[in-house]
């Protein structure tokens, strides 16, 4: 098993979401067969959901004492 630091570990974390993310992309346009009022809406819902994820990740976190 392989030990990431805390930086390598949210890079890894990047990289898996935003591979997900293209698949997902790929699987709305192949059902929809590229339906740009959909695709729109998705770029809009992933926006959305990348901006909640940068302003949770920038935020502190507490560590449990």
């Known amino acids: 098993m392989i030990v990431l630091e805390e930086s ?3 890079q890894v974390l990047n990289l898996a979401i ?3 993310l293209v ?3 790929d ?3 192949l059902v929809h067969l590229v339906d ?4 729109v809406d998705l770029v809009h819902l992933v926006g959305l959901v990348c901006l909640v994820y940068l302003v949770g990740s920038i935020s502190p976190r507490r560590k449990a004492s």
């Open 23 to 25: 698949h997902l992309v």
């Open 27 to 29: 699987l709305v346009c």
């Open 18 to 20: 935003l591979v997900c």
């Open 36 to 39: 740009l009022v959909h695709l």
């Open 8 to 10: 390598n570990r949210g």
